[in-house]
């Protein structure tokens, strides 16, 4: 007998591409009606992105897309991933992590923000009268890969095979293999008051050294409460791709934070933390000067499932 042809792997989206200088963040709700021109978008979502990118092979233009819990039995005609639920709202003592609206989620990355505009443009023109923007961030990479408070962000992301492990989804639930679930929140800091701080002060509430990004043993510190172990001390890991966006002339100063995670509960279990406390902790540090203002919880399912959406029922 004929040796059966292996089973295709899913290919993913390129939630594992690099980090680059440039990125655009859209969060899009779905009007009632769009479900056809979502879909039809999503599902050319990486020709768009060929066509532009094309003649610029070093920028590394590309795009990734991501599903609501609220949305997704309107576009499509397959059951939920395991996981995927409404952003999860937190109420601290001192700090609030809201949950707002979001059923499409655009993470647009390049070299040059120039390529992120003009994909954006062209993805806005396709979904124009069919979505409302719920929110709209161009981030840029500042300095050595800093966030505007000073500090190297993503220093523990994991990489190679430890990434894709710890991102895309497994035999946990195969119908969604080689998808991802993925978190997002803007946060606006008061840069004012956090310069205000020592260099000493802040490196305790982060648990790094500003200049040279050493860790430090600092109990209660914002590395210490987004490090998460499995009972055997195993440490869990997402794929952060923060990225800095302000306004000098308002005033406005941010971080857009994105984890990418092959469950969302390791990124929901570190905002636990950092909002409700834990042990002696009360609540991380760094939320005394960075507030968030949005949350959503999306996931981002493989390229070929976005490719078949255009075949979906239109009902």
Request: glycine content about 10%.
């Amino acid at each position: 007998m004929p040796t059966p042809a292996p089973t295709p792997q899913p290919v993913p989206q390129p939630v594992l591409s690099p980090l680059t200088r440039a990125s655009l963040f859209l969060v899009l709700t779905v009007d009632p009606g769009g479900e056809p021109a979502v879909r039809e978008l999503l599902a050319d979502l990486a020709g768009l992105r060929r066509a532009i990118g094309f003649g610029y092979p070093d920028a590394q233009l590309s795009v990734v897309a991501g599903i609501g819990s609220e949305v997704w039995d309107r576009l499509v005609d397959r059951p939920r991933p395991a996981e995927l639920h409404p952003f999860r709202e937190l109420r601290g003592a001192r700090h609030h992590a809201p949950a707002t609206p979001g059923d499409l989620l655009l993470h647009l990355r390049a070299t040059r923000q120039d390529l992120c505009f003009s994909l954006g443009t062209e993805i806005m023109n396709r979904l124009r009268g069919h979505v409302a923007v719920a929110d709209e961030v161009a981030g840029f990479s500042y300095l050595d890969q800093r966030d505007l408070l000073g500090f190297v962000d993503g220093t523990e992301n994991p990489v190679g095979r430890e990434a894709a492990d710890a991102v895309l989804v497994g035999e946990q639930d195969p119908a969604y293999a080689g998808g991802s679930y993925v978190v997002v929140q803007k946060y606006l800091h008061d840069l004012d008051a956090w310069n205000r701080l020592p260099v000493e002060q802040q490196e305790q509430i982060i648990g790094r050294r500003k200049l040279t990004n050493l860790e430090l043993d600092t109990p209660g510190s914002h590395v210490v409460l987004n490090t998460i172990t499995d009972p055997d001390g195993t440490e869990r890991k997402i794929l952060r791709d923060n990225m800095p966006f302000g306004s000098p002339g308002s005033g406005e100063f941010g971080t857009y934070f994105i984890g990418y995670a092959r469950t969302p509960e390791v990124t929901e279990e570190m905002l636990r933390h950092m909002f409700l406390g834990d042990g002696p902790t009360s609540h991380d540090r760094i939320l005394d000067f960075s507030t968030a203002v949005t949350g959503t919880l999306f996931f981002a399912p493989p390229a070929d499932f976005l490719e078949d959406l255009a075949d979906q029922p239109t009902s």
